[in-house]
């Protein structure tokens, strides 16, 4: 039997099933693991070791009836974004550090319907905007990998750092995410993971904190395909409480993986060879081209001409969307009130002590974009622009079945390489943005180390509610990858 750190979530699915080990051992060795690394990776805001072990004893009791849903008894992590009736649910933002809902998002419900074990919830920049995991107001996370000639530590990519670092640290066998313009893919990249954004209207929105709703998007992050395709199962749905939910029926995503990929034609968009781009992952992207032909597939060259204005377009409505939403968090609705002699004192003093740098600088820009005068300018425009770019994908969809990316511009990097100017930072989300803003499901698969003993990843981008297609294809990457490599923190590792 494999040791307890080893197993995958459909592995440890399997001998659960199989009665060859208890939820409730998975379950400690997991906690365990959390009270020995997580001191230094900060992965974890809030951990509930009680509530964990309580889910566990109710998952044996199902397994020894033969009964329990797909996620019995598999310990997971769940970003701080969503809601969580009873336990606290921070958004990592120093507003909402006293927040207890009393209502549980619908994606978390779902996990805990199928049997889910909570172990805890996990860090991520405040509100999920970044790309570091540097913004939360309670700490960085460390990102588990090591570059393989210094010490330093490492950022594992945002804004869901915390999820990437807890599954690729062996904390959690699987984590949710949350992906606005790359939160999921570009983290799980960072960390040498697997992690799908489906498409948007797949999970419902209920209950998880909003940063811009036209974008916002819940999916799986895991160390597999399988495992995501899994947890995806789970967490998908039609729900009559988002009205942007979608009523398509959840098809049997493992299954998906073995479909193969012969006669499949996967697009490789021209605009996506930035000038400058590393050297490496290029040459990652090559590979994983050489890849796919092997396995048979067509490679076709394909232009999505208005790549160029993802990032601008998304760093308006993103930020738009996100100065109306966090209006509400005004110390009467929601928020740790500073109480000031006036109302609009209290207001102030309340979203001021609040709000961390990035956030504030994204209210004052999304404020800007909607401003009377502005509006017509940003705002409108970007939204046309929005919809040439979905144009684009819908064009290019038509000549093949998946596009072919690198998911980003660059591997980890250390937490003081982290570019003081926001914009160098934005330019982290190339390769996503492009893709949340038409909306169309994409996944990241880890694919390979850099020359200094980091994870890249590669990106497979399909048409919309086609999740089941970049199953199929990133299992052949996946496959051909054969990415073994564990980080330096690791559960299974030295102490
Ligand atoms: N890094 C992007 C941003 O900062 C995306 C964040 C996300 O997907 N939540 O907005």
Redesign the pocket.
Known sequence: MAELHDFTLASARDALKAREISALELTEAHLEAIEKLDDRLNSFITRTPELAREQARRADEALARGEGGKLCGIPLGIKDLFATKGTRTTAASRILSNFIPPYESTVTANLQKDGGVFLGKLNL?EF????TNLTSAFGGVENPWKYSDSDARLVPG???GGSAAAVAAGLVLGATG???????R?PAAFCGIAGIKPTYGRCSRFGTVA??SS??QAGPMARTLQDCAIMLESMAGFDPKDATSVDVPVPDYEAALGRGVKGMRVGIPREYRLAGLDPEIDALWEQGIAWLKEAGVEIVDVSLPHTRYGLPT??IV?LAEASSNLARYDGVRFGERQMRDTLDGMYEATRAAGFGD?VKR?ILLGTYVLSSGYYDAYYLRAQKVRTLLRQDFQKAFEKVDVLLTPTAPSGAFAWDEKPTDPIQ??L??VF??PA?LAGVPALSVPAGLNSRGVPLGLQLIGRDFEEETLLAAGHVLEQAANFTHRPTLHAGGAA
Do not use: K, P, W
Not at 128 to 131: E, H, L, T
Not at 178 to 184: E, L, Q, R
């Open positions: 920049d999920a905007m970044g790309s945002g804004s869901s949350t992906d606005t313009g790359g939160s999921i570009q940063f811009a974008l916002d998304y760093y993103a990035e994204r930072v934005y982290n989300d996503t943005v949340s």
